[in-house]
């Protein structure tokens, strides 16, 4: 796929930031569990905060595809700070979407500008991938809500000023589900413990617990009954983006291992001379091209309302982050011994990408995806 002058030069400007504020302290952040604000204030500066978000609340307004080259730049040198950042790009997008009035006019600007962050609140303790049997209730009293139930494994959560929180004000199906944008510190809303994770170290996941939480109807997000679509919609360009975070991790973990080879002497000649590690490297980098151009095609369908675009984010999502994923423990047996110390970046790669396996519906819930099309609707996808 050919990029335009103005796409490359998003990606310099990306590559840059990345080396010059991400890398540096990648390793930091994670050891130490470091949700570095400040950085993601430093992205709103250059638009990174509200990439394809509406230019009415300061987004950049741009495609997905542009913000997947912004993105894999980024997660080259640390996916697990990007993958924050992806989480609050969906999140400012969908308050440019559907706020109100009075929501976007309060948090639009500051949140494509970084000042204020956001976490999406879709996943329940009793629901994950069944997430439309959500049981957070939204109940109307007079003109306001008032919110009860409880969220689990919020990314951001405790660190982030607004909540995009999917509950239901009708029926038990998905169109009894509503989604409100909510201030993260309305009285009643109580954090949990900060989860214990093997990756995603700079950034917080925590449960969430609603205890008569009154919200306003200016908190609606478009009309009741919407909420839970617009929660997939959120997850289409989610789910590109998590996929890019792969592609951009296993390229950083490729580069790295290809450095090293030509570095290291056994036998006495170099690693990148042996043909069986040379085929490893061969293998590696067809599967970043296929990830990165599937991983581009969904996005340039989603751009583009291609009808299909949800069945190709779920096709990018499960090939960009199984095959990412299996790139970064290549690297890692690439380095030897050595991919096993932390002074080594490929171990953390290995660990913050495990996750894109999981999130943002599993690699299993994006088969059901794409073969409901095949099975279900007799999609003829090619
Ligand atoms: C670090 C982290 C950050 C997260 N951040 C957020 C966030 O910010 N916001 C948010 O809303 N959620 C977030 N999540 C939640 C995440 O989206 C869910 O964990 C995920 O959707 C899976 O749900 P579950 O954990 O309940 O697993 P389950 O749904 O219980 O699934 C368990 C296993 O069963 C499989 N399975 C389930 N149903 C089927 C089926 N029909 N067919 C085949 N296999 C099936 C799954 O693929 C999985 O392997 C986060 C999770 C993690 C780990």
Known sequence: MQLTEEQLAFAQAAREFAQNELAPQAAQWDAEEIFPKEVF????????CGLYANPAIGGLGLGRLDAAL????????????????????????????????????????????GQLLGS?????????????????????????????????????????????????????????????????????????????????????????????VELEPWMLLGEEGQGFRFAMKGL?????NIATCSVGAAQGAYDAARLHMSDRNQFGQKLDQFQALQFKLADMLTHIVASRQMVRLAA?????GD????????MAKR?????????????????????????YPVERLVRDTRVHQ??????????????????DQGADIR
């Open 236 to 240: 289409d360009g989610g789910r590109i």
């Open 319 to 343: 090939l960009a982050t199984d095959l990412g994923f299996q790139v970064c423990l290549d690297a890692q047996q690439l380095f030897g011994g050595y991919g096993y110390l932390k002074d």
């Open 300 to 304: 340039h369908k989603l751009d583009h």
């Open 358 to 375: 999981i999130l943002e519906g599993t690699n299993e819930i994006m088969r059901v995806i794409i073969a409901r099309q095949i099975i």
């Open 120 to 212: 999406y609140c879709l996943t329940e303790p009793g629901s994950g991938s069944d997430a439309a049997s959500l049981r957070t209730r939204a109940q109307r009293q007079g003109d306001k809500y008032v919110l009860n139930g409880s969220k689990a494994f919020i990314s951001g959560a405790g660190d982030t000023d607004v909540l995009i929180v999917m509950a239901r004000t009708g029926d038990d199906s998905a169109r009894g589900i509503s989604a409100f944008a909510i201030p993260a510190d309305l009285p009643g809303i109580v954090y949990g413990r900060k989860e214990q994770k093997m990756g995603w170290n700079s950034q917080s996941t925590r449960p969430i617990n609603f205890d008569n």
């Open 70 to 113: 912004v993105f894999e730049e980024m997660a080259a040198a640390d996916p697990s700070t990007t993958a924050f950042l992806t989480i609050h790009n969906m999140v400012t997008w969908m308050l440019g979407e559907w706020g109100t009035p009075t929501a976007q006019e309060r948090w639009g600007e500051a949140l494509s500008q």
């Open 307 to 314: 009808p299909q675009a949800s069945t190709y984010c779920a």
């Open 41 to 48: 204030r430093q992205a709103g500066d250059l638009g990174f």
